[in-house]
């Protein structure tokens, strides 16, 4: 045999994986909906300050959304490279996404920081407790597909992702969107309707 | 085979015996269960049981039709492990269309009552006939509030018959929920919103009620009495309730604290006991949670006034007794364990004291 | 590939049946773990049973002291969480993981390692959550953790840590066998198995997937945001710091009124392959039982507020979860009269699953119906939070679910295990059960009618409480001893010398065409499948009673190998809410660090681990 050995036939044919990554999206969906709506339910109810329209950098966050859109773009490249494989494209545009994740990750450290330092912690207010609560845990998302994507990228390196095997970066690819996509919704909602 | 038959048939006796003890039991005239919600005394409760009895009519009906069919099936269709392949069926869409079609009727002759009694649940009565009553909860008592007559009670509501109640309602520390089962149902309460409720009593009597969302550790000992009488009735007790204002803000005589609100002109036959436990009151701390003026409200423990004259103590369920309310003073925590009220180490010749001080509130 | 009989370079060749404690650990066999969540399920169910019954033995009369107040809460809780998340959920799981892979033909489950880790975090889930009586201090605030009392001022002890963060763990668990049995699903069926050819019970077990994957993360949210007000002070459901608790009851009850479907559509799956065999008769209606049970799951997600009508949510609200709570009664009667419909005309063999499955039907019927009469908002003001609810919810769950369940051991036992149940004792079982659990719960109606609430340790003489209650106390007795009985099947099942046939019950599905117990690998060849009930169409294709199957000894068949991370990384989860509890200790962050670290090493030796995945 072939391989096939790695992939059986599927009765979708759809790779078991594949389709795991796809369910398991589908129920992280329901997770951030739900954060999402309690950062909602709790807009403009904290008793006392600092409120959101005082504290937010707009710009500085702009900046991060935009980097992590544009990794979208350039995993996508790196997973078209792998297909291809070339190895080149592959790693060189994997980089870029790495680079761009651990950016939007220093970002929210310097916000996280910026934020504690003018008085707004978890146990301030309903606004600290439900932004805190919503983007770190995006944030935990983000560190877990750099790491996944770093492995990607060491396994690159030694030249263990060949075409054959592009499921197994497609996967991170495919978690790396959705993190994105979650922060799609999380910008307008919390940084753009601020009031 | 015959014996199987019989046991099948038994079973179906007791089913059908045990939805006639359900007929039988709400139908019966004489009321062993006073906090039924099957004998209701009030309006919103008789609305509520309408409702009822036309679910419980549809539900009995097509339990009994089910169940039926489902034992003639298995009578009729018993086979022996022998026997020739049934024909195999694998569906039927006109039957199938039927099975779905009737239960949506059957549930449309409860939907159009259940809407329309849903939204005269929410009209709240208004006016000056209406009865206002603001309800706090309290782990684990019942504080009752009339802002116009300007009283505060707790653990008994005396309202008026045949004059509506508007409750608003609201809760000092964690949720309850208001049931009063004969007079009308239940509402939970919250912190930081009130909720409503509304009655109006038919019918003089007592009526039992408690706490119906668990709220601790005494949750199953937070319970209450509706006392609803005659409106003259009621009437002399808010008068006797405003008097004990009066009383407190009477001079106080024999106290060596002149600042202390004991009031002891109500006490001009009292014996030794009353005065002893009015000092007792004081000085073992009882006055730093309880107020025995009607008139000031408090919200630590609860208002005290007419304690002489409650059907229970312990929040609904110890009965009134002088040896009942001496236990309680002197074991708080052995009666109801866990209650917010210290053991403050009363001896028993103190409590006896106490309970005479508080049979003159 | 119609075949997928892989024999490439690194097949191992013959897997020989392997025992013993490591052998369990490591297993990755869906049947070797399907008995294992059986097996720990039916422990908890046990715990869960005798909570129930010292439950019982305090309400018996009036201002009883058997237990205090507080041991009450603690039992009420813990009867409740363990029921349904370490009782009826894994006995659930135990039927997927052993029948699914059987049932649609295929050699395992898609990700066998994920499905070891599945078992041993809901195991200890379930170990922790109880451990917490060793602490005197099991969750006392309700299997629902109503705020503000779940609090950290209201509750001050660890007893609701315990429940939040078992809780956690056990989700943790139920989202990774969700995503697992999802794909396996959807992706392992033998050829010629179409999705609209599924055996009834796996359809209705991809639906239970399906809830769990979109109703455990709104309770994982929930729970978070719990954690976080207890363990770091935030105030998401602290009234004085602005929290609303209304909020936790719409997060509890968007999970909470699913849960209800992931707890009874297996059940519905169980019976619908349990009657179809007893009465020789195909199911009635098979396109209508999965649109209804897709249905239900759709309906299950819009209706949660119904168990919130005594907040006052306002009329319109009202109506509205009025009106759709009582439409899920229209494809729940669907299910019932088509099952009916399956009996009809049938040529119905009275064997013990088979009374199970009737006793369910009626039963449930039962339960049904009570449910109805609650979903009128405003009679549901009467209702709600009294022994009126209890009544019903058991009828379901107890009368259906767990009625399902033991009809399905009885109908699977065989194949599982190799021997027969007792016949005559199933019966007793069942006459016992029946009986017991009527006498226990149908009185519950009346004492809650009559004003009898929930979840209260005593109540007071007078109110007409006394005889009710000592009869279900009475009637609890009974429906404890039957499960003796059943326990007394099973070990004279086990010391019987007399092996059982491969199709005891001239079964319809794929699993009776094997020896039983089954091999490592399930099936010889895989199977090629022609229609919905594949075996009767074989066995009237070749005339009749086949042959018992021979053992084959599998030479050449690729199975996964065993693996020792799954145990590991679920150890790593563990230690990681262990951690969290000690969280603010002079060495928490250490310990959190160390947790996490087996965790993710765990993980890391599993992806790279060099594995077969079938």
């Known amino acids: 045999m072939d391989a096939h050995a790695l992939h059986p036939a599927t009765s979708t044919g759809i790779p078991n994986r594949k389709l795991a990554i796809w369910t398991f999206i589908g129920s992280e969906c329901l997770f951030f909906a739900s954060l999402i709506s309690v950062y909602l339910v709790y807009r403009g109810k904290s008793l006392v300050g600092p409120y959101p329209a005082e504290i937010f950098e707009i710009p500085l966050v702009t900046v991060g959304t935009a980097l992590l859109l544009f990794s979208s773009l350039f995993v996508v490249l790196a997973l078209n490279g792998c297909e291809q494989g070339n190895r080149k494209k592959f790693l060189g545009w994997l980089a870029m996404t790495i680079l761009c994740g651990i950016f939007f990750i220093g970002m929210q450290v310097y916000e996280f920081t910026h934020f504690y330092h003018e008085g707004l912690t978890m146990q301030k207010n309903l606004f600290g407790a439900s932004f805190f609560t919503l983007t770190g845990f995006h944030g935990t998302h983000v560190t877990i597909g750099v790491i996944w994507l770093i492995s990607i990228f060491i396994e690159g390196v030694r030249g263990h992702v060949p075409p054959a095997k592009a499921l197994n970066f497609e996967m991170s690819a495919l978690y790396w969107h959705f993190v994105d996509v979650v922060w799609i919704v999380i910008f307008p909602v919390v940084y753009l309707m601020n009031k | 085979m015959h014996h199987r038959f019989k046991r099948w048939r038994s079973f179906a006796g007791a089913l059908l015996l045990l939805t006639l003890l359900v007929a039988v039991v709400a139908g019966a005239q004489s009321n062993p269960f006073p906090q039924s919600t099957l004998h209701p005394k009030g309006d ?57 079609a009737i239960p949506a009727l059957v549930l449309a ?49 005396h309202v008026p018959v045949g004059r509506t109640v508007a409750l608003k309602m609201v809760t000092q520390d964690v949720l309850h929920s208001f049931w009063i089962p004969q007079l009308a149902a239940k509402r939970d309460i919250f912190t930081n919103r009130s909720t409503t409720l509304w009655f109006k009593a038919e019918e003089a009597g007592d009526y039992p009620g408690q706490c119906a969302e668990f709220c601790g550790l005494e949750h199953a000992r937070m319970a209450f009495q509706v006392i609803a009488e005659a409106p003259d009735a009621f ?116 409590a006896q004291a106490l309970v005479a001080y508080l049979r003159q509130h | ?142 299997w629902f953790g109503y705020a503000n009392l779940s609090s950290k001022q209201y509750s001050p002890g660890l007893n609701m840590d315990f429940w939040a963060m078992g809780l956690q763990i056990l989700g943790i668990a139920s989202l990774a066998a969700g995503v697992n049995f999802f794909v396996t699903i959807l992706n392992m069926r033998a050829p010629g198995m179409k999705l609209i050819r599924m055996p009834m019970f796996v359809w209705m077990s991809f639906i239970t997937q399906l809830l769990v994957l979109l109703s455990f993360p709104v309770i994982t949210v929930a729970l978070i945001l719990l954690m976080f007000d207890r363990l770091f002070g935030t105030n998401f459901f602290v009234p004085a ?151 019903h919810f058991h009828y379901v769950l107890f009368g259906g679910s767990i009625f ?123 199977p090629t499948v ?54 603010d200790s002079k060495f928490g962050p250490a310990y959190i660090f160390a947790a996490v670290s087996v965790l993710f090493f765990s993980i890391f030796n599993w992806v790279f681990e060099p594995f077969h995945e079938g």
């Open chain 2, 44 to 100: 919103f409760a008789q609305m509520v049981d309408k409702l009822f009895r036309t679910t419980l009519f549809w539900a009995t009906l097509v339990f009994v039709l089910t169940e039926a069919a489902l034992i003639f099936v298995i009578f009729k269709f018993r086979g022996k492990p022998d026997d020739a392949e049934p024909k195999q069926v694998h569906g039927n869409t006109m039957v199938e269309v039927i099975w779905t």
């Open chain 2, 109 to 157: 002759m409860i939907a159009v009552p259940t809407v329309r009694t849903i939204f005269r649940t929410y009209e709240i009565p208004k006016g000056d006939g209406v009865l206002q009553v603001e309800v706090i909860g309290h782990q684990w008592w019942w504080e009752f509030r009339y802002p116009e007559l300007g009283l505060t009670t707790a653990n008994e509501l």
């Open chain 2, 235 to 350: 009437d002399s007790y808010v008068s006797r309730m405003q008097a004990t204002g009066v009383r407190a803000a009477e001079p106080v005589v024999g106290s060596t604290a002149s600042a202390t609100p004991v009031r002891v002109a109500a006490m001009v036959q009292a014996d030794p006991d009353t005065l002893i436990g009015a000092q007792l009151f004081m000085t073992k701390g009882c006055v730093g949670c309880h107020s025995l003026d009607a008139t000031k409200p408090m919200g630590i423990g609860p208002n005290l006034a007419g304690i002489g004259t409650r059907r229970y103590i312990a929040a609904g369920w110890l009965e009134d007794t002088d040896a009942n309310l001496s236990r309680w003073i002197q074991d708080p925590q052995v009666v109801k364990p866990g209650v917010m009220m210290p053991d403050l180490g009363v001896t028993e010749a103190e």
């Open chain 3, 1 to 142: 590939m119609a075949t997928s009989v892989l024999d490439h370079a690194g097949a191992v060749g013959i897997h020989a049946e392997k025992t013993g404690l490591w052998a369990w650990i490591t297993t990755v066999d869906h049947k070797k773990i399907g008995i294992l969540y059986g097996a720990s399920a039916f422990i908890f169910f046990l715990i869960g049973g005798l909570e129930a019954l010292i439950i019982r033995w305090q309400l018996m009369k009036p201002d009883n002291n058997f237990v205090t107040p507080e041991f009450y809460n603690q039992l009420f809780t813990m009867h409740g969480t363990t029921m349904i998340f370490l009782a009826v959920m894994p006995l659930s799981a135990m039927f997927f993981n052993f029948f699914i892979p059987l049932l649609i033909g295929a050699r395992d489950v898609a990700f066998p390692r994920l499905n070891a880790f599945s078992f041993w975090v809901f195991l200890f889930g379930g170990l922790f959550l109880n451990s917490s009586f060793l602490f005197n201090a099991a969750p006392n605030g309700g």
């Open chain 3, 241 to 391: 710091g602005g929290g609303d608790t209304i909020l936790w009851q719409h997060l509890f009850w968007v999970f909470g009124h699913p849960e209800v479907y992931i707890l009874i559509l297996p059940a519905f799956g169980i019976i619908s392959e349990v009657l179809p065999v007893f009465s020789r008769k195909p199911l009635f209606g098979y396109t209508a039982m999965v649109f209804s049970g897709c249905f239900i799951a759709f309906l299950g997600f819009g209706v949660w507020s119904h168990h919130m009508f005594s907040t006052g949510m306002g009329p319109i609200a009202d109506s509205v979860f009025s009106l759709a709570t009582m439409l899920i009664a229209i494809p729940t009667g669907v299910k019932v009269f088509n099952w009916m419909g399956t009996t009809w005309g049938g040529s119905i063999q009275m064997k013990t699953p088979m009374y199970f499955a009737l006793g369910f039907i009626a039963m449930f019927i039962m339960g049904g119906l009570s449910g109805v009469m609650h979903s009128s908002a405003p009679a549901d003001l009467q209702q709600t939070d009294t022994y009126f609810v209890v009544a």
């Open chain 3, 404 to 526: 399902a369940l033991v009809s399905g051991a009885y109908y699977w036992w065989p194949k599982m295990f190799g021997h027969m149940l007792d016949e005559g004792l199933g019966k007793v079982h069942f006459w016992l059960m029946l009986i017991g659990f009527n006498l226990t719960f149908f009185p519950m109606h009346i004492v809650g009618l009559e004003g009898m609430p929930r979840r209260v340790y005593t109540y007071p003489a007078g109110l007409g409480f006394e005889s009710l209650n000592r009869l279900e106390t009475i009637g609890s007795l009974i429906l404890g001893f039957s499960f003796l009985v059943f326990i007394f099947n099973v070990i004279k099942s086990a010391l019987s010398k007399v092996p059982a046939p491969a199709d005891p019950w001239n079964g319809a599905t794929l699993e009776w065409s094997i020896p039983s117990p089954p091999q490592e690998f399930n099936f010889p060849s895989i």
């Open chain 3, 530 to 583: 022609h229609g919905r009930d594949p075996f009767w169409e074989e066995k009237r294709a070749r005339g009749g009673k086949l042959p018992e199957p021979a053992r084959v000894s599998g030479a050449g068949i690729h199975l996964p190998d065993p693996s020792y991370w799954p145990f590991l990384a679920a150890v790593g989860v563990l230690l990681l809410f262990i951690a969290l509890m000690h969280h």
